[in-house]
């Protein structure tokens, strides 16, 4: 399991990452962004959410990062890293984060909060996986998974108003 990292250099990489889902909101894709840091705080591999670009549905942010990491990292490195991400991962990212070894993990907007945001009079019910990342974490408690957030969250849900 990773070291903690300090609350500043939390911030530092939570920031990024909020900047990285605005760069894909840019791009034409969902706002969701997320990357890999080691335990000094040092960025390892950045990625954003390409469901539209890439015509698939599963290519969310964490799930790009993840698949980028095996290329660049070794299973070292990977299980050492955080994963910090602008919006808590939903369970589809959660599986894919505890299955590649990654054991902390950061979050801005907390996935309840994003699926308020979705709904709307016209869309009362959004298709939305409204499950809490620790809860698919904890189906495994000999592999624990820390997981730390909501962090400066209004920063966080920034990058999504007015996008749902």
């Known amino acids: 399991m990773a070291a903690p990292l ?7 990489l939570m ?3 909020i900047a990285l889902a605005k760069s894909a909101r840019a791009a034409g894709n969902h706002p969701f962004g997320a990357l890999l840091s080691d335990d000094s705080g040092q960025i390892l591999i950045e990625a954003q959410n390409t469901v539209e670009t890439d015509s698939d549905v ?5 799930r790009n990062l993840i698949s980028a990491s095996y290329a660049k990292l070794s299973e070292d490195q990977r299980r050492a890293a955080i994963l910090v991400t602008s919006t808590e991962p939903c369970a589809m990212c959660a599986g894919a984060i505890f299955w590649a070894g990654i054991r902390t993990v950061l979050y801005g907007l907390k996935e309840s909060h994003l699926t308020a945001m979705c709904q ?5 019910s959004p298709m ?4 809490p990342c620790t809860d698919v974490f904890n189906t ?4 624990p998974t820390t997981v730390i957030g ?5 920063e966080a849900r920034a990058a999504h108003e007015g996008f749902w």
């Not at 300090?6 to 530092?12: E, F, L």
């Not at 495994?140 to 592999?143: D, I, M, N, Q």
């Not at 909501?150 to 209004?154: C, H, K, R, T, V």
């Open 6 to 12: 300090s609350p500043d250099d939390m911030t530092r």
């Open 15 to 17: 920031r990024r990452a």
């Open 58 to 62: 599963t290519c969310h942010a964490e």
């Open 120 to 124: 709307t009079p016209t869309n009362p």
């Open 128 to 131: 939305v996986l409204n499950m």
């Open 140 to 143: 495994c408690p000999g592999h």
């Open 150 to 154: 909501p962090l400066i969250e209004d």
